[in-house]
Every structure is written in C-alpha cells, then in structure tokens.
C-alpha cells in the first residue's frame, strides 16, 4: 500500500488559527523526471496565477562557489575577512562574476542521523561578525545563494 502524508510537522506545538496547507502534485507518466519537473512547474504557476519565468543568474552568469569541491569549502570556509579581498582582485581583473553562492558553513550547522542542516539563518560570527548583510553591501551586485535547512530549526532570522 502507498501512502502520502503530508501536514504540519508533528513537533510543532501550536498552529494558528485559520491555517491552511496546499498540496500540489504533479505527474508525468512514462516522460520521466525531467517531464514531472516541467509539469509541476507549469502547475505552480498556474497556481499561483503566474507563468512569467524570472532570470536565473546561477544558470545564465559567472557565479563563485564555495561548495563542494571548492577552494574554500569546509575546512576552510570563506570567510568575510578572505570575501572583501578576493572580490576586489575579481573586480580589478574584470572576472564578471555576478553571485556569490556560500557553503553550508557560513551558518551554524547541527548534524543528525539523517545529515546535517542549517538551525537557523544567522551568521557565524567567526567567519561573518558583521553578519551576511555586510557581506553584502561589500560584494554589491552579486547575488548571495544560501544552501539548506535542517528539518528541525530553532528559528528563521531575516537576513536582508
């Protein structure tokens, strides 16, 4: 037997009155993966009233990432003291670098048995004292991709 399930989180202690949830499922035969993502796309627009496609500079521009197998990535996560410099130098030898994508370590992390995530938005102070904001302000016109949560958080700080 298959089942979906889906809802609020079962440790959340409280829900607001008058919440309510969406599912949106979307399906593609025998077209495979690429076809169920196109088809769920098209439906979340639909749902949302909107078919209008928004640039993606990840897949249209130079970007810099500090991911998995990058330069500065885990044991030497780039920090904002290394960012300021090493944006200049990108500038002065007019890399048109237009984002900057930081790796799950310029946030607190906390592992469980089902892999490590994101406890909340708020920046390492070691690595970024002035927070991401400042981060920034200095690397202006560069677009910042945040990677993910975990699936317990202990809260969502904005950082824009």
């Avoid at 990535?73 to 900057?100: D, H, T």
Wanted: charged share 15%.
């Amino acid at each position: 037997m298959r089942k979906l399930v889906f809802g609020v989180q079962g440790r959340v202690k409280t829900v607001p009155a008058g919440h309510t949830a969406t599912l949106i499922m979307a399906g593609a035969g025998d077209g495979g993966l690429n076809a169920a993502m196109t088809t769920w796309g098209r439906v979340l627009q639909q749902y949302q009233g909107s078919m209008t496609k928004l640039p993606d500079p990840v897949s249209t521009h130079l970007g810099y990432w500090t991911d998995n197998g990058g330069y500065y990535y885990g044991g030497l996560p780039l920090s904002a003291k290394l960012a300021y410099p090493l944006f200049e130098m990108l500038r002065r030898a007019q890399i048109p670098v237009r984002y900057l994508q930081l790796d799950p370590f310029w946030y607190p992390v906390q592992s469980s048995p089902c892999g490590s995530g994101a406890i909340n938005w708020t920046a390492r102070p070691d690595l970024y004292p002035d927070g991401i904001p400042a981060l920034r302000d200095q690397v202006s016109g560069h677009q910042i991709h945040l990677s993910w949560f975990r699936a317990i958080i202990s809260a969502a700080v904005a950082w824009s």
